[in-house]
């Protein structure tokens, strides 16, 4: 069973700057890409950044930068350096990836549990 765990959230304030990670564990053969999405309240979830196996990034507008995604040298790992953070960062970070287990079968998508950034003002 493949699972997403996210870790680094917490409460900040504005200006201040947060690291999530996102390591992905279980039966892996190889992963696509790899990124964090974002739901505020009362928002839909939005992309906020992503990193593809080739090491390709794309980030959302309103982040671009302030925030960096990298990934470990293993690539299953994902982590989002967050800087300059505003009160319109908060919101509940989820951790994306999309692998298989299996290289006949076709990619999957997963999601983490979610992790709460708080941002004060």
């Known amino acids: 069973q493949v699972q997403l765990v996210e870790s680094g959230g917490g409460l900040v304030q504005a200006g201040g700057s947060l690291r999530l990670s996102c390591a992905a564990s279980?039966?892996?053969?190889?992963?696509?890409?790899m990124g964090w999405y974002r739901q505020g309240p009362g928002k839909q979830r939005e992309l906020v950044a992503v990193?593809?196996?080739?090491?390709?990034?794309n980030y959302a507008d309103s982040v671009k930068g302030r925030f960096t995604i990298s990934r470990a040298n293993a690539k299953s790992t994902v982590y989002l350096q967050m800087n300059s953070l505003k009160a319109e960062d908060t919101a509940v970070y989820y951790c994306n990836a999309n692998l298989r287990a299996n290289p006949l079968l076709p990619f999957i998508t997963y999601w983490g549990q979610g992790t709460q950034v708080t941002v004060s003002s």
């Open positions: 279980g039966s892996i053969f190889d992963i696509k890409d």
């Open positions: 990193i593809t196996s080739g090491g390709t990034t």
